[in-house]
């Protein structure tokens, strides 16, 4: 799936090509560790606005708060930028660092690594964020990007259900009393 930004325009897209409006988000906040917390109730309280389910939008804040996590520790960046999309049933999360880390890189995990080995704590986030999401990645921030001379983005799709303001159809049905 290419990403929001580099989709093509709806009057460019093949004939019968879904054409749902996507839903965006985006906000930026301090980068702090209080922050996080301030991140995943931002992305659970559009996702429900936006009737994504529980199931994915639980998966949605973890991944939020692994990235944002990530951006506060691993970089020098006075704030941090944050975008939620939901386009047909796809959810990404985009989280934006103003840089001032290592080099740009997608970290290797190693098979068969799982979240109880002794491997110190980094990169189990990383870890986390490649077993939730369908896909993920690093690129470094965009000329529209804020922030963008030196800083990187980190991104994580995932299929998301929605209830689209419906109750959710019971899977029982309870058989009505009867008389005797």
């Not at 879904?18 to 931002?42: E, G, K, M, N, Y």
């Not at 520790?73 to 985009?94: P, Q």
């Not at 740009?104 to 990383?126: S, V």
Request: glycine share 8%.
């Amino acid at each position: 799936m290419a990403a929001p930004h580099d989709a093509l325009p709806l009057e460019h897209r093949p004939v019968g090509a879904p054409t749902a409006r996507p839903l965006r988000d985006a906000f930026h906040l301090p980068a702090r560790d209080t922050s996080v917390a301030v991140a995943r109730a931002r992305v659970l309280e559009r996702l429900r606005e936006w009737y994504v389910d529980e199931e994915s939008s639980a998966d949605a804040q973890l991944l939020m708060s692994e990235l944002f996590t990530n951006a506060v520790r691993h970089t020098d960046s006075e704030k941090v930028s944050c975008e939620l999309w939901v386009i047909g049933v796809r959810l990404r999360l985009e989280v934006t660092d103003e840089g001032g880390s290592g080099p740009l890189m997608r970290p290797r995990i190693p098979l068969g690594a799982g979240p109880g080995d002794d491997e110190g704590e980094n990169g189990r986030g990383l870890l986390l964020v490649s077993v939730l999401a369908d896909d993920w990645g690093i690129r470094k921030a965009q000329p529209g990007d804020p922030d963008a001379t030196a800083g990187h983005a980190v991104w994580a799709e995932l299929e998301c259900r929605r209830t689209h303001g419906s109750l959710p159809v019971p899977t029982q049905r309870w058989p009505a009393p009867t008389e005797n």
